[in-house]
């Protein structure tokens, strides 16, 4: 049975993702979300590019619109530290989960499950985002593919 690269399956999903400076601000990242509506994920870098945390867009939901809380329940500290949020450091997660082109997909897509991610980036040996896996992208590249083969 042939196995799946990451490589393989990177190339049918995002092209560029959305990358962001540890010194961007709020409006950035919201920016940097909206410019894009492929875009579930911000990665952020360092000045050489190198990959060192995530921001996911439900997260910066979360710090922009505080008053989706609901106010009747007592706010939880992390509910506190999102409403106190005001840089990339403050909100991001530090990036601990990646995968690499030369990844079996099988187990890029077991990390996305295990890390309840929709999207992970891809990396080459210096840690420089070279794309993104993308689970709507996946499965829009398979359902492509299922109808071609359906008319053959």
Do not use: C
């Not at 500290?77 to 997909?105: E, G, H, W």
């Not at 309840?116 to 492509?144: C, F, S, Y």
Request: glycine share 2%; net charge negative.
């Amino acid at each position: 049975m042939k196995v799946t690269k990451v490589h393989n399956a990177r190339k049918l999903t995002v092209e560029n993702p959305t990358l962001v400076m540890l010194d961007a601000s709020l409006k950035e990242l919201v920016l940097a979300v909206t410019e894009n509506p492929k875009t579930r994920s911000i990665y952020v870098v360092d000045k050489n590019q190198k990959l060192i945390g995530i921001i996911t867009a439900k997260n910066l939901v979360k710090v922009v619109f505080p008053y989706f809380i609901n106010i009747d329940e007592a706010p939880s500290f992390r509910t506190y530290q999102r409403l106190l949020a005001t840089s990339v450091k403050d909100i991001m997660y530090p990036n601990t989960v990646f995968v690499k082109d030369d990844d079996n997909l099988e187990s890029a897509l077991d990390k996305m499950y295990e890390n309840d991610l929709e999207e992970i980036p891809v990396v080459n040996n210096n840690m420089k985002v070279i794309g993104e896996l993308n689970l709507l992208e996946l499965l829009t590249a398979w359902l492509e593919k299922a109808i071609i083969h359906s008319k053959e």
